[in-house]
């Protein structure tokens, strides 16, 4: 079974992510939000976790505030503990995740903790346009068990978090930006087609192995920014492989962004440090 793709996106550019570390002293790899990509309208930041040394890890991220866009965390090995400043509590598992709309302004802490010592995991941050930057906070949770896992070829799997293909639908709904996000799992030559809307920002993040994207060899850690097309083809490398398939309708909006206040005018962002200083911050709890 494939889907009918017309007009094939082709690859703009191949990016390797870079080492950094946020939090307290978490190591990561930053593909979107760095000196050389500071964004891809609507995405502000792409965060990959993956080590097996708990010391890069464990001391996590303390409490920190988001306002104005959305936070994803998606959890392949390992686990995450969430808790906001107004009581609510989770651990995302791996293969589940959270899709969490700070909207007004959420403060929370994020914690990995270890299974088996291994972590892989990802956070993506994706902006609200600016009508929206201030609607309630919203979690959307995500269980392992919940999240659609479709093989539409031979030695292609693919997990649907949110968007629709090959007849399955994830569970994220209500997103401003219209969003597809597919973990997709490739053996060695297996080639899947992934349907993406025209006109959205996409991008395809390598994490195991490597792959064929649009016609392009992307290595492990490496993003490829897609051109305009209806869908994408990935293929499995030699030793096949495992990516995420991320893409949202861009908001042609003016972004002033500080930290994790993401803002639409100057104004905005005072306003935000404003409201955080003065403990006013949080406006509404999260449903
Ligand atoms: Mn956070």
Redesign the pocket.
């Given at each position: 079974m494939s889907e009918t793709v017309k007009n094939a996106r082709a690859v703009d550019r191949v990016l390797r992510a870079m080492d950094t570390s946020d939090g307290a002293g978490v190591s990561l790899r930053r593909s979107i939000g760095t000196p050389q990509l500071d964004m891809l309208d609507p995405f502000l930041m792409l965060d990959s976790l993956s080590t097996d040394n708990p010391d890069e890890y464990i001391a996590g991220?303390p409490e920190?505030p988001?306002r104005g866009f959305e936070?994803v965390t998606y959890m392949v090995e390992g686990a995450m503990r969430h808790k906001d400043s107004m009581g609510n509590e989770g651990v995302l598992r791996s293969g589940g995740g959270q899709w969490?709309t700070a909207g007004s302004g959420i403060v929370?802490s994020?914690t990995p903790e270890q299974e088996n010592g291994l972590l892989q995991g990802f956070?993506l941050w994706i902006n609200l346009p600016a009508k929206d930057k201030m609607i309630d906070p919203r979690y959307q949770n995500m269980e392992p068990d919940e999240l659609p896992e479709i093989a539409p070829a031979e030695g292609a799997q693919l997990r649907l978090l949110a968007g629709s293909m090959h007849g399955a639908t994830g569970p994220i709904n209500g997103i401003s930006t219209d969003p597809v996000f597919v973990d997709a799992k490739l053996d060695a030559g297996a080639e899947v087609t992934v349907p993406l809307p025209e006109g959205h920002t996409a991008v395809v993040y390598v994490f195991v192995g490597d792959a064929v994207v649009g016609g392009k060899d992307v290595p492990t850690h490496h993003l490829a920014i897609l051109k305009d097309g209806d869908g994408v083809t990935l293929k499995g490398g030699a030793d096949g492989g495992r990516m995420l398939v991320i893409a949202a309708r861009p908001i042609h909006e003016q972004v002033v962004r500080y930290g994790?206040f993401v803002m639409s005018s100057k104004q905005e962002l005072m306003q935000a440090f404003d409201d955080y200083q003065r403990g006013t911050f949080v406006r509404k709890a999260a449903s």
């Open positions: 991220f920190h988001h936070t969490m929370h994020e956070q994790p």
